[in-house]
């Protein structure tokens, strides 16, 4: 299947806020906010000004609402989002050194996707695994603890063979 264009993209937005119509109520807000990013992915600036348009709310308020809450993003991720944990017990067992390695080998900041969109490094706070640190968490689902640096090129490379 072909993967759908910006404008296909946008008008399947534009239906959905149709269909929600907006009560003034700040859920709406955060529902279409919702939509919009399982959309594109991220919520890029075109998108919420659409947005604050069709909804008649402030882009300052939606901008509000989008730093407030960590799950929103404005930036493109990677396909895999790598997130390694800097929480103290971690950071204590070095995870600045393992988050330094990821960089370097991805060669990208913090935040910001690799240029073939594969990968993006996060930083979080305490994963829950403080037993196992130092924790990297992939995609959401896939933990990896007691990591050295030397671990992490392994580590990328069985992404980058999924694709
Ligand atoms: S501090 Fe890293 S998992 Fe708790």
């Known amino acids: 299947m072909l993967a759908k264009t910006k404008e296909?993209?946008?008008k399947e937005l534009e239906e959905y806020i149709e269909n929600h119509g907006y009560d003034g109520k700040?859920?709406?807000?955060?529902?279409?906010?919702?939509?919009a990013q399982e959309l594109f992915g991220y919520l890029p600036a075109d998108v919420l000004e659409l947005i604050s348009d069709r909804l008649n709310v402030p882009l300052s308020?939606?901008?509000?609402?989008?730093?407030?809450?960590?799950?929103?993003?404005?930036?493109?991720?990677?396909?895999h989002q790598i997130k390694?944990?800097?929480?103290?017990a971690c950071y204590v067992k070095g995870a600045d050194r393992?988050?330094?390695r990821f960089l370097e080998e991805l060669k990208v900041g913090?935040?910001?996707?690799?240029?073939?969109?594969?990968?993006?490094v996060h930083a979080v706070r305490c994963l829950?695994?403080?037993?196992?640190?130092?924790?990297?968490?992939?995609?959401?689902?896939?933990?990896?603890?007691r990591l050295t640096p030397d671990v992490?090129?392994?580590?990328i490379s069985k992404y980058r063979r999924e694709g």
């Open 61 to 79: 308020k939606i901008y509000g609402v989008v730093t407030f809450y960590n799950f929103f993003s404005t930036r493109p991720k990677g396909k």
């Open 84 to 88: 390694v944990c800097l929480g103290t």
């Open 128 to 145: 829950g695994a403080c037993s196992m640190a130092p924790v990297v968490m992939v995609d959401d689902k896939d933990f990896y603890g």
């Open 152 to 155: 992490v090129p392994r580590i």
């Open 26 to 35: 700040g859920d709406v807000l955060i529902q279409v906010l919702h939509k």
């Open 8 to 10: 296909e993209l946008l």
């Open 110 to 120: 913090l935040d910001e996707p690799t240029s073939d969109g594969l990968f993006s």
């Open 98 to 100: 393992i988050l330094e």
